[in-house]
């Protein structure tokens, strides 16, 4: 991508940005450009610019900033139409049975939450059946089970106003089932006990040679079957016989359960030979009436070998129904493995921590079930790996918000000013909605504050405290007029105050005034700080009124 080019693109979202909220910002901005393929590493290089060009467009008048959207909307790119929206499934007869399947290692994040949400929406759609089967596996060294998952995930999938059927299904409850048709396997002669070690079996993958151990008869398999609940981790694995000549070296003779000595958060160590993931679901996908799999592409292989197991078991197949990888611009990587570390070293909040991105994260925020539940019907179902930013989010909560959210003062990192010959004013009501009945009082004392970035950009110029009178900015500010003049920029202010902190996105928090009228606000309220975003209240803590950051 030409510089050029790239320029055209964030002159094209600043303006877009600006006109439709009357400022531009770079956090706004910055998403808009994932759409084009913007890798989270080129950020540093990029932020100056963005910066750069959203301050030219703030600049401008609306009319100018209309005259020169003209030139740049040709670079505004549009999500394709027939890659969004849910589509109908094929193959659908009578009541379809859907499932959940999540591993707990955390929470649901807002990345796999899509692919849980499809299955819902579908199931909804054609009035099936909805199974929460905890995917409890042992797990790997790498990917481990946390005990709190267990309360999480059911908590994520209730915000998310998803009706499960009753009781949750646990897979660890489930071994001694996986263990019978393991057997089975190996009495049909399609199954094998392998002491191999990982070298051998994928330098025998990579020649197509079959592995020494497959060569023993069914008594001396069952044999070693039986050992294998005794032996050490790595001594066996139950694996599976394919063709040596597969095209695919990881579908040749695949591991289908193995040994692990890691205590199981339910089970302990009752149990010490695991089933992998595509063998315990060719189970219970046939034991428990499945009927379609909407899952991610990158499971192609597991589908495969389920699909190969059924057949030796001639079971019917259910559909599967692949869908692409989506990389949600401007959150970085999404992964419960990374947040399960952060929580763990108390570097995060907790599973709550925004940037877990969690499902109960986005709650706290003040993302709205649905608002998540309509972000991820417009994404639709697609094989495409796509790269969607968070915007699209906020901008569905946006517009559920915008008309409910009662807005407040706030002033980041406060200025005191002082106005000179200012007119004497000693109450002033105001809507706390634009089309409401509902008035608040704004209280006028001695100090005025006024946020530090404000004070910065537009000390000496005319400005005008919203709802108030016009001054010319300074520390001493001098009353000018009362006349509303569409020119002059207008910015918020705070007499009678009370001290917030806004916990962001990132972690941070922003400080500041907020005006006295928060002191009505009920914990869990969404509300909107003009000019500064939606904020979700969380409650007081030792005199400051603590806020959780939704999005602008």
Not at 194 to 208: D, F, G, M, V, W
Not at 346 to 363: E, I, M, N
Not at 385 to 409: C, H, Q, S
Not at 492 to 503: F, G, P, Q, Y
Request: aromatic share 12%; hydrophobic share 35%; net charge positive.
């Amino acid at each position: 991508m030409s510089k050029k080019l790239f320029e055209n693109e964030i002159y094209a979202y600043s303006l877009e940005n600006a006109i439709t909220f009357g400022e531009a910002k770079p956090s706004v901005v910055l998403p808009k450009l994932f759409q084009h393929d913007l890798e989270k590493e080129s950020i540093p290089e990029i932020m100056p610019k963005v910066n750069e060009i959203v301050e030219k467009v703030n600049s401008l008048s609306k009319e100018e900033k209309m005259q020169m959207f003209e030139k740049y909307k040709k670079f505004v790119k549009e999500h394709k139409k027939e890659e969004l929206g849910l589509k109908d499934l094929s193959k659908v007869s009578g009541k379809p049975v859907f499932r959940l399947s999540p591993f707990p290692s955390g929470s649901i994040h807002i990345g796999n939450a899509r692919t849980f949400l499809l299955n819902v929406l579908y199931a909804e759609k054609y009035k099936g059946k909805i199974l929460l089967v905890i995917d409890d596996t042992i797990g790997s060294e790498e990917k481990q089970i946390v005990k709190e998952a267990y309360k999480l995930i059911p908590e994520a999938f209730n915000y998310l106003d998803i009706k499960y059927k009753k009781p949750i299904i646990y897979k660890s409850d489930r071994l001694e089932i996986y263990y019978k048709y393991a057997k089975q396997l190996i009495k049909k002669d399609v199954a094998y006990v392998c002491s191999c070690s990982q070298k051998e079996i994928r330098e025998n993958r990579l020649k197509r040679r079959e592995c020494s151990c497959r060569q023993f008869n069914v008594k001396e398999q069952l044999k070693k079957w039986k050992k294998m609940f005794k032996a050490k981790p790595g001594d066996y694995t139950l694996r599976i016989k394919t063709s040596m000549q597969d095209p695919d070296p990881a579908f040749r003779d695949r591991v289908l359960l193995r040994i692990s000595d890691r205590p199981h958060p339910r089970k302990k160590r009752k149990y010490r030979v695991w089933p992998l993931l595509e063998f315990s679901w060719a189970i219970d996908d046939h034991l428990l009436g499945v009927t379609h799999i909407i899952r991610g592409k990158d499971l192609m292989i597991e589908g495969k070998m389920q699909e190969y197991i059924w057949d030796i078991f001639k079971w019917k197949k259910p559909q599967f129904i692949y869908n692409g990888m989506m990389k949600v611009g401007g959150v970085g990587k999404l992964a419960k493995s990374k947040s399960q570390k952060e929580v763990k070293s108390g570097k995060y909040l907790g599973w709550d921590d925004p940037r877990t991105w969690s499902v109960q994260s986005l709650a706290r925020r003040g993302i709205l079930t649905s608002s998540i539940r309509k972000f991820v019907e417009k994404i639709g179902l697609t094989q495409k790996d796509i790269t969607i930013p968070i915007d699209d989010l906020y901008a569905i909560n946006r517009r559920k918000l915008d008309k409910v959210a009662k807005r407040f003062f706030f002033v980041e990192n406060p200025v005191e000013i002082q106005i000179e010959n200012a007119p004497e004013i000693k109450e002033k009501f105001v809507r706390v909605l634009p089309e409401s009945d509902e008035l608040k009082e704004l209280k006028l004392r001695k100090e005025i504050f006024v946020a530090l970035k404000d004070f910065n950009k537009f000390k000496g110029k005319e400005i005008r405290l919203m709802h108030l009178y016009n001054l010319k900015l300074d520390k001493n500010s001098v009353f000018t007029s009362h006349e509303i003049n569409s020119k002059i920029q207008k910015i918020h202010w705070v007499s009678k105050k009370v001290n917030a902190r806004i916990l962001m996105p990132d972690g941070n928090w922003s400080e500041g005034f907020a005006e006295e009228s928060i002191k009505e606000l009920k914990k869990g309220e969404i509300i909107q700080f003009e000019r500064f975003g939606f904020c979700k209240f969380d409650g007081k803590n030792k005199g400051q009124y603590i806020f959780w950051f939704a999005h602008e």
